[in-house]
């Protein structure tokens, strides 16, 4: 199975964020049979040698709406958050963007996998036989690991989908345009994170316009740390708080949200974090 993730040139630069791709290329290497392949948007960048020296097929494909994006995101976002929030958006918008890549560079696979880059690959996957809707992804209901509450309603985190490329490349032109949109007469689901623009949350679009179409996928594909121990674990997700943090991670030096987010989910599972960086 064809296995994408998405960046851009400037998170390229990062060295945070090169630290995690190569984990997660040298993980799918060595421990799945998956085919490695990047969706990037920018130019010419030494790094791209080191993917491509590890058997990453690097796709060049620039985001549709990225002026639009950039347009919005300087108008409205506070100045000492650019540009970093903008090219982190790049990025993330891109993984919408997978099925029309896919038919654009002629594959005809039926089914790929996309992952954030944030995530570490502990054995081979076992997906033939599932055949999602649009996409699969993991969800939980108010309670769950994720950090989103949203009453009862279903809410998937989207960092690791399994995609149906026929079906959500017919999807593609209405999405970007809902994405555009994105104004105050979207329905959406109660909750204050909900209501956040679109152009802010490729998580939030996919929830939202995907609503009612997205296929669970099991916890073992994408799995908290916080979660504890647990062997059958296949992917492992660092949303939020990254394993590249961890040795010099100070709480007390986090943003108030951070700081919330470590004292709910990684404060009373220091052991499990730890194991899975330790990986």
Same mark, same amino acid.
């Given at each position: ?12 630069? =990062? ?9 997660? &290329? ?6 799945? =049979? ?166 802010? =949350? ?28 647990? =062997?059958?674990?296949? &992917? ?44």
């Amino acid at each position: 199975m064809k296995w994408f993730t998405t960046t851009n040139e400037e998170s390229l630069s =990062s060295d945070n964020f090169f630290r995690q791709l190569q984990v997660a &290329v040298l993980s799918a290497r060595r421990n799945t =049979s998956l085919e490695p392949y990047l969706i990037y948007d920018g130019g010419e960048h030494q790094r791209l040698s080191w993917l491509q020296g590890h058997g990453v097929q690097v796709l060049r494909y620039r985001l549709p709406y990225r002026d639009q994006l950039r347009e919005f995101m300087y108008a409205t976002c506070a100045p000492q958050l650019l540009p970093k929030l903008f090219h982190v958006r790049i990025g993330a918008h891109l993984k919408t963007e997978v099925p029309a890549a896919v038919k654009q560079y002629g594959f005809r696979d039926k089914f790929v996998l996309y992952t954030d880059c944030d995530i570490v690959f502990l054995r081979d996957l076992s997906l033939e036989g599932v055949a999602p809707r649009y996409l699969a992804a993991h969800g939980m209901r108010q309670g769950g690991w994720t950090r989103f509450r949203i009453g009862g309603w279903m809410h998937f985190n989207t960092g690791i989908l399994l995609m149906n490329v026929n079906k959500m490349h017919d999807e593609t032109r209405l999405f970007r345009e809902f994405v555009l949109a994105n104004g105050a007469g979207v329905d959406r689901p109660p909750g204050e994170f909900m209501q956040k623009n679109l152009f802010l =949350s490729d998580q939030v679009a996919v929830n939202v316009f995907y609503r009612g179409r997205i296929d669970q996928l099991g916890a073992y594909y994408n799995w908290h740390p916080a979660r504890g121990v647990d =062997s059958s674990v296949r &992917v492992v997700h660092f949303s939020g708080i990254k394993w590249t943090e961890w040795d010099d991670l100070d709480p007390e030096t986090l943003s108030e949200s951070r700081k919330q987010q470590f004292r709910r989910l990684i404060g009373p599972n220091r052991t499990a974090f730890s194991y899975y960086v330790e990986r």
